[in-house]
């Protein structure tokens, strides 16, 4: 135990510390926000996909995904895109890569023939890798 019996001055010494414990907090804060706000910051074209019992495959960092709606006009990610820009607006977002798939999303209601015509569009632009997408179906247990 010690004792300090000269108090000298009545001034106090200055401290260079910062303390950070304030803004550990502050930043684990603003990542719950964060993380929480992620998910609901990306909007999706609503599609009723039909279902597959498919075993899924892995999913790419970045998918690009066309999507045909019900009234037959093509979505590019969430932007419309009319079918004569379309291998513009494909060249563009895949930097002329023309391996790069293509994942094709069409709505349940959408015609078969629709579909063939969309991706013998995508053939045309130099796409040939498309891939189809759909629901997963639950197996019957």
């Given amino acids: 135990m010690s004792v ?3 108090h000298g001055e009545d001034r106090l010494d200055e401290v260079h510390e910062i303390n950070v414990t304030p803004f550990i ?3 684990l804060v603003l990542l719950i926000i964060f993380m929480v706000a992620a998910p609901l910051a990306t909007v999706d074209v ?8 498919a075993e ?3 999913r790419p960092d970045n998918p690009l995904y ?13 932007d419309p895109v009319s079918r004569d820009r379309l291998s513009a607006t494909l060249d563009t977002a895949t930097r002329s890569n023309k391996d790069t798939r293509i994942f094709l999303r069409a709505d349940r209601a959408v015609a078969y023939g629709d579909v063939i015509e969309v991706m013998n569009l995508l053939r045309a632009a130099g796409y ?11 197996p019957a247990q």
């Fill in 25 to 27: 907090d502050v930043m």
């Fill in 4 to 6: 300090r019996l000269d």
């Fill in 128 to 138: 040939l890798k498309v891939a189809l997408v759909g629901l997963e179906k639950v």
């Fill in 56 to 58: 899924p495959q892995p």
């Fill in 66 to 78: 066309l999507t045909i709606n019900t009234d037959l006009s093509l979505t590019f990610g969430t």
């Fill in 46 to 53: 609503p599609v009723n996909l039909p279902a597959s019992s």
